[in-house]
Structures are given as C-alpha cells and as structure tokens.
C-alpha cells in the first residue's frame, strides 16, 4: 500500500501563488509516476500535472504556462508550483501514485488539500 498525504492548500487572490506538496510513504518502490488532480464543486475529476519518475511532466492545457510539477525522489514528494492563480482553479487538489508491480498497475488517492482563489 501507499499511502499519500497533501499539504499547501488555502486561500489566495487572484495572481497569487501556492505550492502543493506530496508525501508518500509505505511501499514507494517500483511507484512510476505522480501527480495532481482537481475536482471544482459539480465538475468531474481533472488532470492537472503528472511527472514520470524520470522528470517527465505532463500538464492540462489549462495550466501550461502556470504551473509546475517537480518531483523529489529522495524524500518521495511530488510539488505543485501554482502561479498566477484564477478563480477557476479553484478545486480539491488530489495528490495521484501509480505503481506497477509484477506488471499490474495500482494507483493511490490522497484524501484532497482545499485550493480557493478569489476574484
């Protein structure tokens, strides 16, 4: 299992900044990559960035730009930069691992971190 916890929501103007940090712990070998998603009130579930556990980012159009994943290996944390915020990324912020073991592929929730900006 892992289990991941997410810290760095809260309220912020808009044009502001906030970063979002990931913690995982538990059985973090073989995880292959992390990411963040968001969830607005009435709205589905959205990618907003995933990073490989190579580096590779991958980011919604929406964010491009704005946005920066970052990925620390060492310390098992995945960052989410947010800069020039709107109100419309306003959502719960979900931290996402994908591990692969004996080639079957699990993912893990973390329980969500508030994101709210004002106009």
């Known amino acids: 299992q892992v289990q991941l916890v997410e810290s760095g929501g809260g309220l912020v103007q808009a044009g502001g900044s906030l970063r979002l940090s990931c913690a995982a712990s538990?059985?973090?070998?073989?995880?292959?990559?992390m990411g963040w998603y968001r969830q607005a009130p009435g709205k589905q579930r959205e990618l907003v960035a995933t990073i490989t556990s190579g580096g590779s980012p991958n980011y919604a159009d929406s964010v491009k730009g704005r946005f920066t994943i970052s990925r620390d290996s060492a310390k098992s944390t995945v960052y989410l930069q947010m800069n020039s915020l709107k109100p419309e990324d306003t959502a719960v912020y979900y931290c996402?691992?994908?591990?692969?073991?004996?080639?079957?592929?699990?993912?893990?929730w973390g329980r969500g971190t508030q994101v709210t900006v004002s106009s």
């Open positions: 538990g059985s973090i070998f073989s995880i292959n990559a």
């Open positions: 996402n691992a994908a591990r692969t073991v004996a080639s079957v592929t699990r993912t893990y």
